[in-house]
């Protein structure tokens, strides 16, 4: 029977319920600020907090696609058993995702690696664990590309990614900064073997075509529309800079309604491809304070209390809605036994 490794361990993939297929569950404080008594002073606390109400919505699992040294996972990866503690606290079952993200954020043994040590780091990742945690993670993602630009690196992280995948049988889920580089993906990952209906490409509710993910489609990988609720951001290219002198300076943000994201899901539902469509939150509390009214308000339960009606109101289906919350990310996530 196809079953889903959680980081607890591997789990029916018919049991998962709702799912949450781009979240990071660490990285929920917006800093290290913190006091003895207050829930942002541990990121498991914080995180088992924040999680409340979405099994009384449906959801039964939540994958956190954090990838190396960046939005809560450390460099070598080994907090991932702080995920576990969550799992266990929360009675939701968590997938951790194993990934690099872009050049700049990189760590230091990673930009160093060649692509077969890469490949070897994924696939032990996935098979045996993370370090000496013993916890494996359960997909590959969130594999980054840069703004309109691929690096040397990020070139040979998406390949590792894609040989791994190949290895173990995983799906890949991407990152595509603002939508740019999503074709030139899927055409590395097919060069590379990878059947693309293992391949998510992920953020193409950043950017505003709506034919860019239909061109994906086309090509027989799934889509993501997975940072709902996050209206307006910033642009997070690499490391915050330092040292800036004092007065006035510019910041280069984003922004793409909710409004515009329901009408894109309804149309590819529309379309008839609303079995390769994964709905998330990619909620970070880096930036919930840029969308007080949508994160910073509802937190995890805005897909289901907001945005599941704005779909509803748009003509999708309770069938529909379940294919895009539940069936299509346990396909994705599902690796035979």
């Not at 997909?139 to 998406?158: D, H, I, K, N, P």
């Not at 308000?297 to 897909?303: K, Q, V």
Request: hydrophobic share 45%; net charge negative; with cysteine.
């Amino acid at each position: 029977m196809p079953h889903v490794q959680t980081v607890l361990g591997p789990v029916p993939a018919d049991e998962l319920g709702r799912v949450m297929p781009h979240e990071h569950l660490l990285s929920l404080s917006p800093g290290p600020w913190t006091a003895d008594d207050a829930p942002l002073g541990d990121p498991v606390e914080l995180a088992v907090h924040a999680l409340r109400g979405l099994a009384d919505r449906g959801f039964g699992t939540v994958v956190d696609l954090s990838p190396y040294g960046v939005v809560g996972r450390d460099a070598d990866g080994e907090n991932v058993a702080l995920l576990a503690e969550v799992s266990r606290r929360s009675g939701l079952h968590v997938v951790s995702g194993t990934a690099l993200y872009l050049e700049s954020w990189a760590p230091a043994w990673a930009r160093e690696a060649t692509v077969e040590q890469l490949t070897d780091r994924l696939v032990a990742d996935l098979t045996t664990g993370f370090g000496g945690t013993g916890i494996r993670a359960g997909v590959l993602g969130e594999q980054a590309t840069g703004l309109g630009e691929m690096s040397a690196f990020e070139e040979r992280a998406l390949r590792a990614s894609a040989r791994a995948a190949l290895r173990t049988g995983t799906a890949l889920m991407t990152h595509t900064t603002h939508g740019t580089l999503a074709l030139d993906q899927v055409d590395l990952l097919v060069a590379e073997g990878l059947d693309p209906s293992r391949v998510v490409v992920g953020h193409l509710d950043t950017q505003l075509d709506p034919d860019l993910p239909r061109r994906v489609l086309a090509t027989g990988a799934c889509v993501a529309v997975d940072t709902i609720g996050k209206q307006e951001w910033e642009f997070f290219l690499g490391p915050p800079q330092t040292g800036r002198a004092d007065g006035e300076f510019a910041k280069r943000c984003f922004h793409r309604s909710d409004a515009g994201r329901a009408d894109l899901v309804a149309g590819l539902v529309a379309d008839g491809f609303g079995d390769r469509v994964v709905l998330a939150q990619d909620l970070t509390g880096a930036e919930a304070w840029m969308n007080a009214g949508t994160h910073g308000t509802a937190g995890y339960r805005y897909l289901a209390d907001v945005f599941v009606p704005m779909l509803t109101d748009r003509g999708v289906t309770d069938e529909q809605v379940e294919q895009l919350l539940r069936h299509t990310p346990a396909r994705l996530l599902a690796v035979a036994a």
